[in-house]
T-cell receptor, first 112, second 115 residues
């Protein structure tokens, strides 16, 4: 069975600070990894994904994530956050079916 | 707007009543998924359809939960004999089978409160 652990449940930053949200997964086969974001009052949407190839993937709005297979990790990063990045962030893992198992989420608040 | 829509957005019901939720996917999408999300947790997969075929239903939470997609377009999720523990947000998502199967588009959800 696949599982996802997100270490930080609540993160509070000031604008321009750097962000790193931790995500570790457990899965026995080839993984597909995702970060989803839910902005206040909006639908859950895909931020970025990793299937294969370059372990450093870039997503929308300046976000990136790095797949480190030896650590079973897929951490999300952004060098300089903005107030508009305030949202709930979910890490997810799937196998070939593309049905994701989600972590419990990290609530990010960015103060202007 | 051609996104995923769900109806109703909020439902309050008394314990023991049956409830039904509807999801209309993006029109060309042939895959449709149902999830449940409780407070402080990520979405939990329940079931999915490819066209009208329900390909995975073992993760429905109990036999009180059922879903249909009779014509491969909209879908309904029914919960019979609701319990207070069923209170949650029920999310629907859709995707297009193919190279972008992974790209699920989520609806706004139906928030269920069982009193």
């Amino acid at each position: 069975a696949q599982s996802v652990s997100q270490h930080n449940h609540h993160v509070i930053l000031s604008e321009a600070a750097s962000l790193e949200l931790g995500c570790n997964y457990s899965y026995g086969g080839t993984v597909n990894l995702f970060w989803y974001v839910q902005y206040p009052g909006q639908h859950l949407q895909l931020l970025l994904k990793y299937f294969s190839g370059d372990p450093l993937v870039k997503g929308i709005k300046g976000f990136e994530a790095e797949f480190i297979k030896s650590k079973f990790s897929f951490n999300l990063r952004k060098p300089s956050v903005q107030w508009s990045d305030t949202a709930e962030y979910f890490c997810a893992v799937s196998g070939g079916s593309y049905i994701p198992t989600f972590g419990r989420g990290t609530s990010l608040i960015v103060h202007p | 707007d051609t996104g995923v829509s769900q109806d109703p957005r909020h439902k309050i019901t008394k314990r023991g009543q049956n409830v039904t939720f509807r999801c209309d996917p993006i029109s060309e999408h042939n895959r449709l998924y149902w999830y449940r999300q409780t407070l402080g947790q990520g979405p939990e997969f329940l079931t999915y359809f490819q066209n009208e075929a329900q390909l995975e239903k073992s993760r429905l939470l109990s036999d009180r939960f059922s879903a249909e997609r009779p014509k491969g377009s909209f879908s309904t999720l029914e919960i019979q004999r609701t319990e207070q523990g069923d209170s949650a947000m029920y999310l629907c998502a859709s995707s297009l089978e193919g190279i972008r199967t992974y790209e699920q588009y989520f609806g706004p959800g139906t928030r269920l409160t069982v009193t």
